[in-house]
């Protein structure tokens, strides 16, 4: 039997005669929202893939379990932002790297929440005179708690605002 040693280092390695042998370092790919998971309506959460291995790289990711068109991260970026305008659970599918296409490994889901814009109607279209009360029901949409402005240009006393 014959061996040889072979240099693990070295980007291209011999291990016969005039044989090279390239070797790919394994393609990581990890998701992560630094900046949290939810938004407003009209707005995004950032989801940033990093990766790792030499580029360029193509990675796969999901939205409830439907796989999105492949992303390409060219050689020499690191990282890409998915900007998530969409409720719903975004989870990394696969990474490959190198003219090979190694297939490399994944990690990492995050659950997006999008909160609808919220709404308030006031009823009433009544009319006051000074040193008189009036009341009006304001209905409210959206996610507790609620901050309230009302204003009326043409008003004597304003009223300024109420927490909900």
Not at 41 to 64: D, K
Not at 82 to 102: K, R
């Amino acid at each position: 039997m014959l061996f040889r040693s072979v240099n693990m280092a070295a980007p291209n390695r011999q291990i016969a005669n005039g044989q090279p042998v390239t070797w790919y370092q394994q393609a990581t790919a990890t998701l992560s929202t630094p900046n949290g998971t939810s938004a407003c309506q009209n707005q995004s959460v950032a989801l940033v893939v990093t990766v790792t291995g030499v580029g360029p790289w193509t990675v796969v990711y999901s939205i409830n379990g439907t796989n999105q068109p492949a992303i390409t991260i060219p050689a020499g970026l690191s990282t890409y932002n998915i900007q998530a305008s969409t409720a719903g659970q975004y989870c990394l599918v696969s990474v490959t790297t190198g003219a090979a296409n190694c297939a490399g490994v994944v990690n990492g889901c995050a659950t997006v929440t999008i909160h609808p814009l919220p709404t308030a109607t006031i009823d009433g279209n009544g009319t006051t005179c000074a040193t008189t009360s009036y009341c009006f029901d304001v209905a409210l949409t959206g996610t507790a708690p609620w901050t309230l402005s009302v204003d009326d240009p043409t008003a004597i006393n304003q009223i300024g605002r109420a927490h909900v």
